[in-house]
Nanobody
Framework: QVQLVESGGGLVQAGGSLRLSCASS????????MGWFRQAPGKEREFVTT????????FYADSVKGRFTISRDNAKKTVYLQMNSLKPEDTAVYYC????????????????WGQGTQVTVSS
């Protein structure tokens, strides 16, 4: 079993930046691809970005491309989401997730989830 704990959320003005972290328990972190998803009130959970096991491959949703950057430190068993040029429409609960095999874009493809961290962007 893998436990994921997100941190770094908060309230920020439009145009600002936040860095989310997701720390993992367990010894197999480097064998999982990792993803970030978000869910706004009344909306479905949506894909934000994903990173391969080694960190050499990344993929982003069009809505965040060029503004968000995903990275990982396998030694620290942590994945990060650097969010720049934040917009009010980025307001959501952000979740990190781990996938045992391959890279996925859909929430149902991921095996383990964190509890989420709230990001609120004011206009």
């Amino acid at each position: 079993q893998v436990q994921l704990v997100e941190s770094g959320g908060g309230l920020v003005q439009a145009g600002g930046s936040l860095r989310l972290s997701c720390a993992s328990s367990g010894r197999r972190f480097s064998s999982y691809s990792m993803g970030w998803f978000r869910q706004a009130p009344g909306k479905e959970r949506e894909f934000v970005t994903t990173i391969s096991r080694s960190g050499g491959g990344t993929f982003y949703a069009d809505s965040v491309k060029g503004r968000f950057t995903i990275s990982r430190d396998n030694a620290k068993k942590t994945v990060y989401l650097q969010m720049n040029s934040l917009k009010p429409e980025d307001t959501a609960v952000y979740y990190c997730a781990a996938k045992i095999s391959g890279i996925g874009l859909g929430p149902s493809e991921y095996d383990f989830w964190g509890q989420g961290t709230q990001v609120t962007v004011s206009s």
